[in-house]
């Protein structure tokens, strides 16, 4: 239990700077813009509890928030994408592999469920994010086109980062 704890909290640090001092200013023309943070919402173990979660998640939006002084709008965008991974680990992953699959990496759960998975979650992020930051109905395409950009630039990040610590295990 304590290893758990200690990685996640290694990841935790790792990810939330990464995104204040390096990704904070990448972009391209604000159309594009990554939020590679997410990926420690989207990691986070099966078998924690949905409080948890929640907590962890409103945790982790509202430390970027205090960062780029958006007034919550990642705390609520990652408390939704928290609800929505409890539904979608609901519908896709049978309660009984929990104990042989403790993560949703991508070494665990394979290629195919990992990218389906981090697109959806990614999408919703980025969909609660930009609509509650630009919320101008004259500007849809435009909101729309930033969302579906920064969820591409976001999950290839999110793969990148999944490569680079990648372990196979026997499913």
């Given at each position: 239990?304590?290893?758990?704890?200690?990685?996640?909290?290694?990841?935790?640090?790792?990810?939330?700077?990464?995104?204040?001092?390096?990704?904070k200013?990448?972009g391209?023309?604000?159309?594009?813009?990554?939020?590679?943070?997410?990926?420690?919402?989207?990691?986070?173990?099966?078998?924690?509890?949905?409080?948890?979660?929640?907590?962890?998640?409103?945790?982790?939006?509202?430390t970027?928030?205090?960062?780029?002084?958006?007034?919550?709008?990642?705390?609520?965008?990652?408390?939704?994408?928290?609800?929505?991974?409890?539904?979608?680990?609901?519908?896709?992953?049978?309660?009984?592999?929990?104990?042989?699959?403790?993560?949703?990496?991508?070494?665990?759960?394979?290629?195919?469920?990992?990218?389906?998975?981090?697109?959806?979650?990614?999408?919703?992020?980025?969909?609660?994010?930009?609509?509650?930051?630009?919320?101008?109905?004259?500007?849809?395409?435009?909101?729309?086109?930033?969302?579906?950009?920064?969820?591409?630039?976001?999950?290839?990040?999110?793969?990148?980062?999944?490569?680079?610590?990648?372990?196979?295990?026997?499913?």
């Amino acid at each position: 239990m304590g290893r758990v704890i200690l990685s996640n909290s290694i990841r935790f640090l790792l990810l939330v700077a990464t995104q204040v001092f390096l990704l904070k200013n990448i972009g391209y023309y604000n159309l594009s813009v990554p939020y590679l943070y997410i990926l420690f919402i989207l990691v986070l173990p099966f078998g924690i509890s949905n409080s948890l979660l929640f907590l962890l998640a409103f945790f982790t939006g509202l430390t970027i928030d205090f960062y780029y002084d958006s007034l919550g709008l990642n705390a609520a965008a990652c408390t939704i994408m928290a609800f929505v991974r409890i539904i979608f680990i609901n519908l896709t992953v049978q309660r009984d592999g929990f104990d042989n699959e403790p993560e949703p990496r991508l070494g665990i759960m394979g290629f195919q469920w990992f990218i389906f998975y981090a697109f959806i979650l990614t999408f919703c992020h980025h969909f609660i994010l930009f609509t509650f930051e630009n919320f101008k109905f004259s500007e849809f395409g435009y909101t729309l086109l930033r969302i579906l950009l920064s969820t591409l630039f976001t999950v290839s990040l999110i793969l990148i980062t999944e490569f680079a610590f990648f372990q196979k295990k026997a499913r």
